[in-house]
């Protein structure tokens, strides 16, 4: 894949999307942008489970949007990658690549002739011994699962020429490197998808802390279904125009009820994963926290994780970092679309 041209390719668990930016120019342009639904049960916890199904949705996406190209970059995050903090002896960057899969068997879960390997490099130290090191965060991701998302985009008809991991690609969208600098406080980045939440947290643009948790808001739609007896669809409708804040309040609706306590449950996981951060011996204190994802947009969920964490939480602008080309969309669908966008924007940044 050239430079001037880059599509990224995000395989949700409830729909598949597309961005195609021009990077010839700066700031990076998006020229187009779509999405298409898929099954339930095609995609479970953000693994591929039917390839053809998906291959079928992702040939719908490109003849609806008209992507220019078909030389994509894949996007990968459920619970088949590990991505772990881990201090190695130093070596040149391409002998440390050849040599990781000697070096990292015990950090892993899984046998690393079954795991495909990539590490980012954060910082270089000293040991105790005098001994040359670099800290990195080593990524382990499933050969299976990987093969099982690049089989959808085959069948699609797709050529993927990168696989990579949906919270650098959140990075590049939401903390582009012409803002990034140095600085002692660090930021959180929450991407909320259907059943996939992604934290990164990072530091003048370099990322120290990664943390894939398997929920989103599939589990507070399923939550009301069940315990209101009504269909996903209701249930999907109930949760958007309900939203939380009432649940806590005498006299709520047992919608608001049940979407308090699941949603309230969630975003206790996700102040979970971030005091697990700063409680490490290198975390800076948190400046902000920024949100992206469908899942984010749920009414309410922005002030109460902010009540949680006490630090400002702000919706994710991946729009406002670069420019928007001939998309044909007014302001306000551009409003719908940005929140969904960050992913498969930052996959494609990432060819450059």
Known sequence: ????????????????????????????????FGQVALPPGTVRDGEV?????????????????????????????????????????????????????????????????QAILDFHPLEE??????????????VAASREMVASAMEAAQRAGLSPVMVDL??????????????????????????????????????????????????????????????????????????????????????ASPAARVIDQHAGAFLEEVRGSLDYYLAQPQAARLSRVVVSGGGAQLGGLVERLGELLRVPVEPGRPLSNIRIGKLGLSQEQLGHVEPLATVPVGLAMGVA
Do not use: C, Y
């Open 166 to 251: 949906t919270p650098f690609a959140m990075l590049r969208a939401l903390a582009p490197v012409d803002q990034a600098g140095f600085t002692a406080e660090a930021e959180a980045l929450v991407d909320i998808g259907a059943s996939v939440t992604n934290i990164v947290v990072h530091q003048g643009g370099v990322p120290r802390f990664v943390r894939i948790l398997l929920m989103g808001g599939n589990d507070v739609t399923d939550a009301v279904a069940d315990r209101m007896g009504v269909p996903a669809e209701e249930a999907e409708s109930l949760k958007w125009q309900t939203g939380m804040g009432g649940g806590s309040v005498e006299g």
């Open 125 to 138: 130290f000293t040991n105790e011994s005098g001994g040359r090191m670099l800290r990195v965060l080593l």
């Open 49 to 113: 489970i039917d390839p053809e199904t998906v291959a079928r949705a992702i040939r719908q996406l490109w003849a609806t949007a008209k992507f220019s190209t078909k030389k994509v970059v894949l996007g990968v995050s459920n619970q088949k990658v590990i991505v772990r903090q881990v201090d190695l002896p130093w070596l040149p960057a391409d002998e440390l690549r050849k040599s990781l899969a000697f070096q990292v068997q015990d950090f892993i879960p899984i046998p690393v002739d």
């Open 1 to 32: 894949m050239g430079v001037k041209t880059a599509v990224g390719l995000d395989i949700g668990t409830s729909s598949v999307r597309a961005a195609e930016m021009n990077l010839s120019k700066r700031p990076a342009v998006l020229e187009r």
